[in-house]
């Protein structure tokens, strides 16, 4: 079996899918936080997360990109989707249009004097587009909390992330922020979080946020 290290910082943020993953499999894994920036260089982009498998053998595998680490420990869990190369295609597209909203999120907070309204525009309309076009494909699968099917896949799991992630108070985020994905403004994306919360897959994960 192997064992795991993942390298991140001490906040809930672009690491969420992988520690719910990775808590999900049983696997023994370590959460690492660097000496940051000073380990920045030693970093296989210098940046984070970063993943580290050692097999049983002591080989050990490295991984950088939240995205790529999300996705290979979903494929060693058999959470991607199997139901052919359209569907994969989709769920790729779909994960992908996460992060053009939770980019311009985490970019609102960090940006420069004068240039807030600019990135909290493309947020909005990033955030609007989403919730749309991820309800449309909601409601074709039966608005049933999946996007794909009737079980919990990764790109469930990783929606579940998302909104868990953004949900969190923080005074530096654009005001009302979470408005687009309320109930009342996205219900199957709701349901979707729910769903995985209330499963056993999430239930390890959500343990740790009470």
Known sequence: MSTYVLRYFPIKARAEVARLLLLASGDK?????????????????????????????????????????EKYLARKSGLLVKTGSMDTAREDQLRSQINDVIDMHYAYMFAPEGSHEVIEARYRSNAKAFVKYHEKILAENGSNGHYFGSKTTYMDIALFAFITVIRQPNEKAIKDCTDYFSESNAPGLNKVYETVQASSIAAPYVATLK
Not at 49 to 61: A, N, R
């Open 29 to 69: 894994f370590a959460d690492v936080m660097p000496d940051w920036p000073a380990e920045k260089e030693n970093q296989p982009l210098g940046q984070l997360p970063v993943l580290i498998e050692t097999l049983e053998d002591g080989t050990e595998f490295e991984l950088s990109d939240s995205v790529a680490i």
